[in-house]
């Protein structure tokens, strides 16, 4: 639902007025405080995508809403678009059940465009909508979804990627039973297409580029394009064979910028003269992290910050000669800012601020937005000034304000090879020194991925409830975790559960001899490369760990190589080799070798969906496991997700399996398998009758 102009000035006074009663209410909490509860985690409200105007008078961005899992029917979660005007205030723009995205302010700051789905769009189109308020208005649309797009700096052009339009004949061949598919075959490539703006019908024309277009971006001159190409649609080529190139609006090669490995984000400098990337030191990278400097017209790449302990995340331009880099470095986030011409760099937010994941520029340099994270709130909106002071702006969840928090920090140990280790760790509510708890270890997949000291609440680490429950928690950064540096993200590299899953258990043992846990409750649990490792401390590393859930995790390594969808970024960035140089060695480093031995109650959960992680690795593990009939051991598949749970009701049933799982076998000391029901029918029955006894609203997006 839109708002008039009127209202949504009104909606903002109200809500900076709250926002002023929630700042007193922050330093009384211990008043009113409470436990959060698992729906709670499940519906937390966050900041996923901004943009600033380039005059830096306004600030778009995109709150996500999650469906309430026992009111809503299934779905994805809602997109609202909001804007900030030039002092900070929020006005709600396209609210309600819709989900809006890809937000860019036109170059005269007038017109705020946006990709959205609405009313009997077939696929997702180009909206736009002044930046005053009023009605949407579609731009364009095409026979399939707009995936990406980029304006012009003179606002006469636009250039979006879509992938063909969906032949009629489809349709018909499907409902006659035609619905063969040929595998990998079938995919269609994105591809780039280019409209006048200054028609009165806008006549989209395709740009004949050779691969799978995956961004575009207008250079300043208005004559050229940058995009980044792979030659397939496989997102193994997008991971691994990617490039960037310049173009003229003809689709001719221009330049090509020569880089080896993953690639994140390129941007121009204001005077098109420099291209900033966000690149890899070689192909055996596991994640692009490497700040590179580019001369668009010889094409002559430097990287600007070599031996940088840590990864760039996200990048924007000052000035000409200015650039700004967001950095993760170990558990904390930090923005530095780099001089082009002599590469000198310095620290304009230091470490310890919150986990900044999204920095933004106006064009004049003068004005700056921020996405922000710490262990008190999910992402939010905050104002970044030239000399790095941070002013919050928006607050998506005041009911937070009466959570009871948990104590969080950073935990450094020492590996038994020596290594230096970290990661963040979650006491409970009511904490005692000297007391040992039962911990519950969450590991992080990838492996080339990290855990920062921010908010680290979600479904499948309800960090809150469980510290309320008592428990300890601890996200470790084992060896080849990001924000390091490069060297460290390859320590696990050819060593498929070797050290790096040594680490875990040292891990372990540092808390044990600190005092703070007790070593006979010890559980543990992650997703994907983290679920890898939930399985092999339930099988191989069995006498460490009490309780074990597995997520869309690798129990075989020699059919995941054939049944995933990045067995190159398998070999290139993990294991080294391929299965076939050492057959024995990759069976060996799979926990379905060392089913015999499991002694640990696991719960096995996976998307029925997964191409990452074919749904067909958990269940190998769990018929190992249910034949040897040694240990307690459940299989749960969900229907319509993929490599992670992306709707609530799903998310809600993995929390609340999580969480039984872990109190059955760690608190309670049980040896058999709890219920496998659980209460949804009796919830579902009661929020209805709950609604039922409370007024109807007909202004959903005025809540």
Known sequence: MENPVTKQLKLASTALLSSALLGVALFSTSLTAKPITLEQTVSVQSVTELTISADGKQTAFIRNRPRDPYKDDDGSSYRELFMLNESGQEVPFITGDVRVGNLKF?????????????????FAGLYKIAVNGGEASQVLSHGNTISGYDLSQDGNKIAFLAKPAEPESKEQLTKKGFKAEVYEEESELTQLWLADLTTSEIKPETVQIEGNVLSVNFAPDNKHILIRTAPTALIDDNYMASQYQLINLAGETVQSYATSGKLGKAIFSPNGEKLAIIGSEDIHDPSAG???????ASGKINEILPDYLGHVQDIAWRSNTELDYLGHVGTEAEIGRVNTRNNKHSALVKTGNGIVTRLAIANNGEQARVLLNKAEHPNEVYALTKRGALNRLTDSNPWLAEIDLPKQETIRHTASDGLALEGVLVYPLDYVKDKQYPLVMVVHGGPEAHISNGWLDRYASPVKLMAGEGYMQFFPNYRGSTGRGVEFSKLGQ????GKEFDDLVDAKKHLVDIGLVDPKKVGITGGSYGGYASAWAATKQTEHFAASVMFVGISNNLSKFGTTDIANEMHLVHARSYPWQK????????????????????????????????????????????????????????PGEGHGNQKAAAQLDYGMRLIRWMDH?????????????????DRIKAAKEQDEKQPATDDKSAA
Do not use: C
Request: charged letters at 25%.
């Open 494 to 497: 050819n060593d498929y559960a």
């Open 290 to 296: 490497r700040l590179l400097l580019a001369d668009v």
């Open 106 to 122: 036109s170059p005269d700051n007038q017109t705020l465009y946006f990709v959205s789905k609405r009313g009997k769009d077939k």
């Open 665 to 681: 076998f760690l608190k309670q000391g049980k040896t058999e398998l709890p219920e496998h029901q659980l209460p949804h029918s």
């Open 583 to 638: 057959w024995q060695w990759y069976l060996e480093r799979s926990p379905i070798y060392h089913a015999e031995q499991a002694r640990t109650p696991i719960l096995i959960m996976h998307g029925k969906n997964d191409t990452r992680v074919h749904p067909s690795q958990s269940m190998e593990l769990y018929r190992y496991l249910k034949t040897h009939g040694k240990v307690p051991v459940r299989l749960v598949l969900y």
